[in-house]
Nanobody
């Protein structure tokens, strides 16, 4: 079965950095679009970033542009989210997700993704 396992979360001060990893198994990773979403307490899950199968396309939510970078290593079935200049408002549980195709302009919709990880907590203190 498909498994997505996130790691790398933790507590960091504002302005600091974290690198999240998501290791995938049970799917042909190199064929899948991979995304990162986050959910803060009391809020809906929101899109953060997406990368297509070849890493030729990547898109970001406006508030993280210039601070976060999504990348992937198809040889090791892993997608990353490098987060720099972290802010307290970045505090959330971060989830990786996979989609069997790249859904063009609707890549930000959670219902486009087939499989989800269990999430990793990121806490940014002020």
């Amino acid at each position: 079965q498909v498994q997505l396992v996130e790691s790398g979360g933790g507590l960091v001060q504002a302005g600091g950095s974290l690198r999240l990893s998501c290791s995938a198994s049970g799917l042909t990773f190199s064929s899948y679009t991979m995304g990162w979403f986050r959910q803060a307490p009391g809020k809906e899950r929101e899109f953060v970033a997406v990368i297509n199968w070849s890493a030729g396309q990547a898109y970001y939510e406006d508030s993280v542009k210039g601070r976060f970078t999504i990348s992937r290593d198809n040889a090791n079935n892993t997608v990353y989210l490098q987060m720099n200049s972290l802010k307290p408002e970045d505090t959330a549980v971060y989830y990786c997700a996979s989609a069997s195709r790249f859904y063009g302009v609707t890549y930000y919709r959670a219902n486009r993704y087939d499989y989800w990880g269990q999430g990793t907590q990121v806490t940014v203190s002020s």
